[in-house]
């Protein structure tokens, strides 16, 4: 059965910070992993997607890498702002799973303070 | 371009009742998917339909649950009868293609009492 797992559940740093997120997940047989961003009472934001065929991705001050042989993912934010402070979720799809599903961590808070 | 679009945005009905909630994807997302999060726990996958066809339904908890997509447009999920352990939110998403990125709507916030 494929899990993924956020480790922190939660994270406070001070603005200017660069930071890592870490995700792991139990299965190398990885099709691609999707992260989030979820806001209070909103939806989630897609933030990046990476395929297996990918190392990483990067869009702005966002980063995210992917290692299937370890099975982590990790989204590296850059000089963190107040406003970035939010849930962020990391959910993989996986090849030999019976389903079309994303399996989702139960994400990490973060907050970014000025 | 609009969004994901997810109506009501929060539903309180008692329990037994029925629960219909409605979801309109991306125009031209021909993949839909249901996905709903109880407290405390992570998000889980109810299921997924290619156009109007249900391609994975491995998820759905029971046969009280009961989604359409009548013509490939816009999805619905009803609940019938709700139960105390069906509150939670419920996310809708939609992609382009199977492997391609999942964009989700604001989700509604089902409390069954």
């Known amino acids: 059965k494929q899990e993924v797992t956020q480790i922190p559940a939660a994270l406070s740093v001070p603005e200017g910070e660069n930071l890592v997120l870490n995700c792991s997940f139990t299965d190398s047989a990885i099709y691609n992993l999707q992260w989030f961003r979820q806001d209070p009472g909103k939806g989630l934001t897609s933030l990046l997607l990476?395929?297996?065929?990918?190392r990483e991705q990067t869009s702005g001050r966002l980063n995210a890498s992917l290692d299937k042989s370890s099975g982590r993912s990790t989204l590296y934010i850059a000089a963190s702002q107040p406003g970035d402070s939010a849930t962020y979720l990391c959910?993989?799809?996986?090849?030999?799973?019976?389903?079309?599903?994303?399996?989702f961590g139960k994400g990490t808070t973060l907050s970014v303070s000025s | 371009e609009a969004g994901v679009t997810q109506f009501p945005s929060h539903s309180v009905i008692e329990k037994g009742q029925t629960v219909t909630l409605r979801c309109d994807p991306i125009?031209?997302?021909?993949?839909l998917y249901w996905y709903r999060r109880v407290m405390g726990k992570e998000i889980k996958f109810l299921l997924h339909f290619v156009k109007e066809s249900k391609q994975d339904e491995s998820g759905m908890p029971n046969n009280r649950f009961l989604a359409e997509r009548t013509g490939g447009t816009y999805s619905t999920l009803k609940v019938q009868p709700a139960e105390l352990e069906d509150s939670g939110v419920y996310f809708c998403a939609s992609s382009l293609t199977y492997s391609s990125e999942q964009y989700f709507g604001p989700g509604t916030r089902l409390t069954v009492t």
């Open positions: 125009s031209g997302h021909d993949n």
């Open positions: 990476i395929q297996s065929s990918q």
């Open positions: 959910a993989g799809r996986f090849e030999d799973q019976a389903g079309t599903a994303l399996i």
